[in-house]
């Protein structure tokens, strides 16, 4: 429709055709969409819920030698795992902000309970 010279639909005619690697706006949804903003309240949402873990890992955890608090994935999993069911990959997403560290890719219930995780 963009390339039709028969359509009437000018918020056609006003958008980018395409977007390239270079731009700033490749691979992001349209400012002021409700698209962008879904992605923002998600974005604070998983916010919390990481600030979240690391208060419970605060609370549960001890704190050791080095000063930081530490806990076991199983002792965290059976603590966190009645907030959400999200553990492991709120785990992950505050290993990625540098907020945690732990040993290994996955963390599985069972397998990994003696896991340290510590609270950086």
């Known amino acids: ?17 395409h977007t390239h ?5 490749y691979g992001r949804p349209p400012e002021g969409s409700q698209t962008e903003q879904r992605g923002k309240d998600a ?4 916010g919390k819920e990481v600030e979240e873990l690391c208060l419970i890992i605060r609370s549960t955890g ?3 030698e080095d000063g930081h608090v530490s806990v076991t994935f199983g002792q965290l999993f059976e603590t ?3 907030i959400s069911n999200k553990v492991v990959g709120i785990l992950l997403r505050a290993r990625k902000h540098g ?3 732990f040993e290994g890719e996955m963390l599985w219930q ?3 309970d003696d896991v340290i995780i510590t609270l950086l």
């Open 80 to 82: 966190y795992v009645t």
């Open 21 to 25: 690697k270079g731009d700033s706006t």
């Open 62 to 64: 001890e704190v050791g």
């Open 99 to 101: 907020l945690v560290h």
């Open 1 to 17: 429709q963009r390339k039709n010279p028969f359509s009437n639909d000018d918020r056609l005619a006003s958008k980018a055709v």
């Open 43 to 46: 974005h604070s949402h998983v």
């Open 110 to 112: 069972g397998q990994d």
